[in-house]
């Protein structure tokens, strides 16, 4: 890409993120004003990075020492806790909704189909990143083998935590999910999730932020719309702070 017209479309992505914060949460009318700007950051980053763009890969000397947990670093949930004790022996991920057929599936399935290894930088808002190994499998696999609808629009992340006594949950639409770096991963660094980053299945959806990362993934759900999940936003953050729902990075 040529460097003139990539650094005005940074530069409008800029000013559209600045906009976006300062008339946040101002008003009703301030509500839509969020919507067109978050809209306006979604086309120009997919204009950006190409609809299969891929985010950077690092080598494995550049992985950090320790990988810290943030949010929920552990599971209430007594079945979880004592599936955490055995391994997970039974712990079975849904693959469900619009979908013509429904899977539940073991982490032995999920090691069985083809593997993706990708060391990639996570970025949380909170101000910090780490980078990791991650390994699993890739969501449009499952979700041919599923022969996901055409209807879907959207894929939903149900989690085994509750973060203020809320569910957490995320949602993406099915560019990302078809993208070829978002898998459900079942290791970090060559070894089983630890409970802190999210065992013993968590999303990897490298083009977004720390937030759409969701851990505990118990079931994958494929909907028309997220308007009636939780409050509308299409995930916990978004319900709860108003974080933006395509959270590019
Ligand atoms: N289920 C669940 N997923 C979650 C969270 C959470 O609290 N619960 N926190 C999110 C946030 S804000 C970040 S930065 C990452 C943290 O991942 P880590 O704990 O592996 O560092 O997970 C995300 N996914
Ligand atoms: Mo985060």
Same mark, same amino acid.
């Given at each position: ?5 990539r650094?005005?479309l940074l530069?409008?992505i ?16 301030a509500?839509?004003l ?12 997919r ?7 891929l ?9 950090s020492p320790t990988?810290?947990?943030?949010g929920?670093?552990t ?14 022996p039974?712990?079975?991920?849904? #693959? ?13 399935d999920l090691k ?11 970025d ?10 991650w ?12 022969k ?10 149900r989690?085994a ?5 809320r ?6 639409d099915?560019?990302?999910a078809y ?14 999730l630890?409970?802190?980053?999210g065992a ?11 937030y759409?990362q969701?851990?505990? #993934? ?5 909907v028309?719309s ?11 953050w978004?319900d709860?702070?108003?974080y933006?729902?395509y959270a590019?990075v």
């Amino acid at each position: 890409m040529v460097d003139l017209p990539r650094r005005s479309l940074l530069a409008g992505i800029a000013a559209l993120g600045a906009s976006a914060c300062a008339k946040i949460n101002d008003s009703e009318a301030a509500g839509s004003l969020f919507k067109a700007a978050e809209d306006g950051h979604r086309v120009l980053h997919r204009a950006l990075a190409g609809k299969q763009g891929l985010a950077k890969e690092f080598r494995p000397d550049q992985r950090s020492p320790t990988f810290r947990g943030n949010g929920s670093v552990t599971v209430a949930d007594p079945f979880y806790q004592e599936q955490l004790a055995k391994g997970f022996p039974d712990w079975k991920l849904e #693959v469900r909704g619009l979908v013509e057929k429904p899977l539940a599936l073991g982490l032995a399935d999920l090691k069985a189909l083809p593997q993706r290894i990708q060391i990639t930088r996570h970025d949380c808002v909170e101000g910090w990143s780490a980078i990791g190994e991650w390994q699993g499998v890739q969501l449009g696999a499952l979700l041919d083998a599923a022969k996901v609808k055409e209807s879907a629009k959207f894929i939903v992340f149900r989690c085994a935590d509750t973060l203020y006594g809320r569910d957490y949950y995320e949602s993406i639409d099915m560019v990302d999910a078809y993208h070829p770096q978002t898998i459900i991963a079942h290791s970090l660094n060559s070894e089983p999730l630890p409970e802190k980053n999210g065992a013993p299945l968590r999303m990897r959806i490298e083009r977004q932020l720390g937030y759409k990362q969701a851990k505990y #993934v118990k079931a994958i759900e494929a909907v028309t719309s997220f308007a009636q999940i939780g409050q509308g936003g299409g995930g916990f953050w978004e319900d709860v702070a108003g974080y933006q729902w395509y959270a590019g990075v």
